[in-house]
């Protein structure tokens, strides 16, 4: 069809074209029908938290993981710590025991080797003094005469000892304290054997 024609068809036949127009809600319908068609661009955040059933799987399959990965050397380093806690505790009861590192700490940092001596004598003259005090205890002023003699040999002993820490020669300075503690033990030994003699006399020649 030539040109003119067309332009005269279209002009003849307008009221036809113009019946045929599109409704007015035909975009509204073509867009509502694209949403359906058009995939999810939602981000993967959004999409997980559609789905809280499975969200809260995963995340407790990840807590279990981390809990195997992290969990286990966090737990392991704390038992390692308690065990050293323990080691190093009963290793200072033992030393303490051995070596008297509460009772004789001056002694101990200047020779552990005299330390050890020192701790046994001064525990025998302890018992010993119990052992005095208790087979005097119906003649007190017995036991009075004999705690004096101790006490001198306490305070020589006592003048050592605070001595040690600035003394240049503190072997010669332990060894001195070690002939006093023997004196001590001596003196002991001696005071119970007289105290055992005026028992065994009373009882023997009973008034």
Do not use: C
């Not at 995963?58 to 308690?82: F, N």
């Not at 017995?142 to 820490?165: C, G, V, W």
């Amino acid at each position: 069809m030539k040109k003119d024609n067309l332009e005269r068809f279209v002009r003849d036949n307008r009221e036809a074209f113009d019946d045929k127009e599109p409704p007015n809600n035909l975009w509204q319908r073509i867009e509502s029908g694209l949403d359906k068609q058009q995939p999810s661009r939602e981000s993967p955040f959004l999409q997980i938290h559609k789905n809280p059933d499975q969200t809260r799987a995963s995340e407790g399959k990840g807590s279990r993981v981390s809990g195997r990965q992290i969990g286990w050397p966090t737990l392991d380093w704390r038992v390692a710590a308690s065990i050293a806690v323990l080691l190093l505790a009963g290793a200072f009861i033992y030393m303490n025991q051995q070596y008297g590192v509460t009772h004789q700490p001056d002694v101990v940092a200047a020779s552990p080797t005299y330390a050890k001596e020192v701790v046994q004598y001064t525990r025998m003259i302890d018992d010993k003094r119990a052992e005095l005090k208790q087979m005097t205890e119906d003649n007190p002023a017995l036991y009075q005469e004999f705690a004096t003699d101790l006490i001198r040999l306490e305070k020589s002993y006592k003048s050592l000892k605070a001595d040690l820490p600035q003394n240049p020669n503190q072997e010669m300075l332990i060894q001195a304290m070690i002939q006093n503690l023997q004196l001590q033990i001596n003196l002991l030994n001696e005071q119970l054997r007289v105290i055992q003699r005026i028992k065994q006399q009373t009882h023997e020649n009973p008034v």
